[in-house]
Structures are given as structure tokens and as C-alpha cells.
């Protein structure tokens, strides 16, 4: 049994230790990058925002969101690879989950480490930032999830509810450590392990790894089948969708309209799915932060009253990204990424055609994600708080919008916004649709160094000038060749060749007195970020050309 487990777990160890070094490096990186820029725009870091225990509870909760992730891919290569390993079941299940809570419980600990050289006081632990309660929560919450994977892929109806209401039988377990009084009593940090809490975590590990190797060892006899119900229920679902395509297929006026039904169908509406469900739980955890405030008697208009609406709306707009260029980025290829989809090879349209349909769909699923998650999630949650406080409130509410003063100033701000939430997720679906997966990681680990950079160019006059200027320039360039070679490549029309160059020159002209600084490489780079909008027009057809003829 050693030599199996040791040969599974370090595979695994392997595997995963690069991505657990990137999700650390994210983790910290950002917040930093914020931070800095907080400090350059206001002249205070933000120290106070990060010491509290609604941002440690935030920052759980994507911690753990990251790595499970991780664990639900490395579950899924392993199974994979289940029948040509020659170990026992123990010995597969029991790999993973040690190296799964290696890499989990090392980044963990590390990002804390840092989190309290960083942005940390030396009253971190008992304060506001406990770290042994979570860190055998998280522990725990990987063999749960291992074990839940495994006993899932002998899917029902009932096993399916019991892992879910498991599941928020765990998450009130934990919202009760940290809130001893009622969910609508004061927050306190987790900061003793009690006796029955350590054997509480302890049990339901030492259950759910039982509960893995059983099912492992059920799969691998070839016993774990669904069960009759839901065979049922999923045969109804398929023949009720291939009865709508049909119907629908009649309405199809060509070739163009019924290949972006079926790449919808096929790459896009799980996604709007996973995005609606990311949208009403934003909903949820902030109306729970408002009402929580308002219990208090911290009664006010103001929406960034509770911290937990600017970390919430950063890390879920972030989360909505990541889930748009993961999904849409793999779209084209197989699972193994080693050819394109043989549909999408077929299809009888021209490189120009198929990569028009790919730019309108990338741009319905954005603006869909930004509808749920900023719309809905976030100004929906304020806007039920303040018609659960009643009439006066609202009242209240309406007059200091009808004599808020800087409404041009808000208006830009929101176009800003929404141009700079199209260019960094379009741009990064079109890297992910490269079918040199390297590039695309390389590309996105540097972002976040390349943050670093130009704000530290603003501490430094004499090297931020060059570097800011350089940044400008390659923004400029790369658009510009990306369109050209586009354009001669037959994959964009003239016209929309014109229409970005209009935009190019017209949008940073209207932005360039916008910027509150005095230095004209600043507001340079500013105004040139803006043509990153348009760069997606000409990559997305470039990749999706790539991927044909590769």
C-alpha cells in the first residue's frame, strides 16, 4: 500500500503545485496592487479595510472557492487515469486528498503569513484573523468534497440532496463560530478550537474518507450506476431538448443563425446558469451584510456602509471573469485541448463567418454576467434593503439621487467601468482560445506583476515616465498590428477596421481630461487602456483561425 500512495500522491503533488503557487500569488498580488493604487489616489494605504473579520470571512470564502476548484480538476484527471493504475481504491482516493490538503493547507498558511507582513497588525490572531479553526475547517471541507465527488458519480435524486444539505450543514456550522449569538447577532472571530469542535472535524473526516473509498471501489467494480429516477428524469430532459431544437430548427433562416443556436446550447447556457447562480448568491451575502448592519442601529443610505459590498463586488466581478474566459476560452477545443471541436471544424462557414458568430456570443455572455452580477447582485441587494427600511427611507433615498451633483462624473465612471469590464474579459477569452495553453498561463501570471510595476513606476519619476510610456506603446502597437493582420487575413471587414480606428482615436480624446492627474504619461496609459475594448474584434478572429488550421 505505501509504494501506491506514494506513487499517486506525488503525481498529484507534481500536478498541482504550480496552480497552488499561482491561486497564492493571485491571492496576495491583487490586494496589494489595490492597495497601492489606493495609496496613490488617496495617500493611505488601506490598512483598516483588511483588518476586520468580515474581510477575512470574504476572503475564505474565495480561498476556498479557488481551491476546490483545484481539487474537482485534479478529481477529474484521476478518474481519468483510474483504469490503467494498477493500485488499490484506498490507495486512489487516498493520493489525492493528501495532496490536495498539502498544497491546500501550505497555501494557506502561506498567504496568511504574508497577508500579516503585509497588511496585518500584530493583533491579527486574536482579533480579527484566526487561522487554526479555518485552517482545520479547510481540511476538512477537502476530504468532504473528495468524498462527495466519489459518492456523486452514483448519482440520484436523493444522494444529491443529502450532499447538498450537507454541505449547508456545514457552512451554518461554521457561520455559528463566528457568530455565537444568532446569525443576526454580532460578528466575533473564530479564535479557541474547542475540544467537541476538533472531535466534530475529526469524525466527519475519518466518515467521508470511508465514504470515498467505498465509492471509488463501487466505480472501479463497475457498480455505480444512477439511479432509475434520475435515468428517467435525464432521458425526459434530452428528449425535450432535441424536441425544441427541432421545432426551432424550422425558424433558422441560415447557416450562420443555426450554428449560433448550437454553440450556445452547447459552450454558453451553462455558463449563464453558473453566472445567475454567482449573481443571487452576491444578493444574498450582502442584503445578510446590510440587514446584519441595520441590527446594529447603523442605519444609512450609503452602500459602502458594510466593507463587505466593495470586497464582495471586486471578488465576484473577478470570479465572474475567471468563469467567462475558463469556459468560453475552452470552448473550441476538446477536453485534452489537443484539436478543435470536430463540429466547430465542420461547420460550412468561412473563418470570418464562424469567428463573427464567436465575437456576438462572447459579447451576449459578458454583458449577461455583468447584468447578474452587478445589476442584479449588487445594486439589486441595496436597492431590497432599501424598501425592506419602508417609506421615509426611500423617500429619503430618491431626494439625495435627484440632488446628486456630479452625474456626468458618475456617467463616465460607468462607462469606464463597463468598457473595462468588456476588454479584460474579452481580451483574456481571446488568449485562452490560443491553442498553446503556455502562453495564455504565462500571460496571466504576469498581470498582476505587471500591476506592480506601474504603480511602483509611480514612486519612482525618472523610471515611470519611460515605463509608462513603454506600457502605451505596446498597447498601441499590438492593436494596431492585431487589426491590420486581421484584415488582411480576410477575417474582418474594412468597415470594421474604420470603426475601430474611429474609436481608437475618438474615446481616449473624450477621456483625457477625465483623469485627475497632472502627468501626462499617466493619463497617456489611461487613455490608451481604453482601446483595449476594441483589441477583442481582431484577437478572438485570429485565435479562432489559428485553432481551424492548426
Request: charged letters at 10%; a positive charge; glycine letters at 6%.
Amino acid at each position: 500500500m505505501t509504494d501506491g500512495l506514494l506513487r499517486v500522491t506525488t503525481y498529484s503533488l507534481r500536478t498541482l503545485w504550480p496552480v497552488g503557487l499561482s491561486f497564492t500569488g493571485f491571492l496576495v498580488l491583487v490586494p496589494l496592487a489595490l492597495g497601492l493604487l489606493c495609496r496613490l489616489e488617496f495617500g493611505l494605504f488601506p490598512y483598516a479595510l483588511y483588518q476586520s473579520s468580515e474581510i477575512h470571512l470574504l476572503f475564505l470564502g474565495v480561498f476556498w472557492f479557488l481551491f476546490l476548484g483545484l481539487c474537482l480538476i485534479e478529481l477529474q484527471q484521476i478518474q481519468r487515469m483510474m483504469p490503467r493504475m494498477p493500485v488499490r481504491s484506498v490507495e486512489i482516493v487516498s493520493g489525492p486528498i493528501l495532496s490536495t490538503l498539502g498544497i491546500s493547507l501550505v497555501s494557506y498558511l502561506l498567504t496568511n503569513v504574508l497577508y500579516r507582513l503585509i497588511f496585518l497588525d500584530e493583533n491579527w490572531l486574536r482579533e480579527y484573523w484566526p487561522v487554526t479553526g479555518p485552517t482545520l475547517f479547510l481540511a476538512t471541507l477537502v476530504v468532504v468534497f473528495h468524498s462527495a465527488y466519489w459518492s456523486l458519480q452514483r448519482i440520484g435524486f436523493a444522494r444529491l440532496l443529502f450532499w447538498i444539505g450537507f454541505g449547508l450543514g456545514m457552512l451554518y456550522w461554521l457561520l455559528t463560530r463566528y457568530f455565537p449569538q444568532g446569525l443576526n447577532g454580532p460578528l466575533f472571530p473564530w479564535t479557541q478550537v474547542t475540544l467537541s469542535e476538533f472531535c466534530t472535524m475529526l469524525l466527519v473526516n475519518v466518515g467521508a474518507w470511508i465514504v470515498a473509498v467505498r465509492s471509488c471501489a463501487s466505480i472501479r467494480c463497475g457498480a455505480a450506476v444512477p439511479s432509475w429516477l434520475w435515468e428517467r428524469a435525464w432521458a425526459f430532459g434530452g428528449s425535450l431538448k432535441h424536441r425544441t431544437l427541432r421545432k426551432e430548427s424550422a425558424d433558422f433562416p441560415s447557416a450562420v443563425s443555426a450554428f449560433a443556436r448550437l454553440y450556445w446550447l452547447d459552450s454558453c447556457r451553462t455558463l449563464t446558469l453558473i453566472l445567475a447562480l454567482l449573481g443571487c448568491l452576491v444578493f444574498s451575502v450582502n442584503l445578510a451584510s446590510y440587514m446584519n448592519r441595520a441590527s446594529q442601529g447603523e442605519l444609512q443610505l450609503d452602500p459602502n456602509m458594510s466593507p463587505m459590498f466593495g470586497l464582495s463586488g471586486l471578488l465576484s466581478i473577478q470570479a465572474a471573469i475567471a468563469i467567462l474566459f475558463v469556459v468560453l476560452g475552452n470552448s473550441l477545443s476538446t477536453e485534452n485541448r489537443s484539436q478543435m471541436k470536430g463540429y466547430l471544424a465542420g461547420v460550412p462557414l468561412s473563418d470570418r463567418e464562424l469567428s463573427a458568430v464567436l465575437v456576438r456570443t462572447s459579447l451576449k455572455c459578458v454583458s449577461l454576467s455583468l447584468f447578474f452580477v452587478v445589476v442584479l447582485g449588487l445594486a439589486g441587494s441595496y436597492v431590497a434593503y432599501v424598501l425592506l427600511q419602508g417609506g421615509d427611507v426611500i423617500r429619503q433615498c430618491w431626494q439625495s439621487v435627484l440632488n446628486y451633483e456630479s452625474k456626468r462624473e458618475w456617467f463616465c465612471y460607468a462607462c469606464f467601468f463597463i468598457l473595462a469590464y468588456w476588454s479584460i474579459a474579452a481580451n483574456l477569452i481571446s488568449l485562452f482560445l490560443i491553442p498553446a495553453p503556455g502562453i495564455s498561463c504565462s500571460a496571466i501570471l504576469t498581470v498582476p506583476l505587471l500591476i506592480l510595476t506601474i504603480v511602483y513606476g509611480f514612486y519612482a519619476p525618472a523610471f515611470g515616465s519611460f515605463l509608462l510610456l513603454l506600457v502605451a506603446s505596446l498597447i498601441w502597437l499590438f492593436t494596431m498590428i492585431a487589426h491590420v493582420r486581421a484584415y488582411r487575413s480576410d477575417l474582418i471587414r474594412g468597415q470594421t477596421l474604420w470603426l475601430a480606428a474611429l474609436f481608437c482615436l475618438v474615446m481616449p480624446s473624450l477621456y483625457w481630461n477625465f483623469w485627475h492627474t497632472e502627468w501626462f504619461t499617466v493619463r497617456l496609459l489611461c487613455s490608451s487602456l481604453l482601446i483595449l475594448a476594441v483589441t477583442p474584434f481582431a484577437t478572438i478572429p485570429l485565435a479562432v483561425s489559428w485553432n481551424r488550421h492548426r
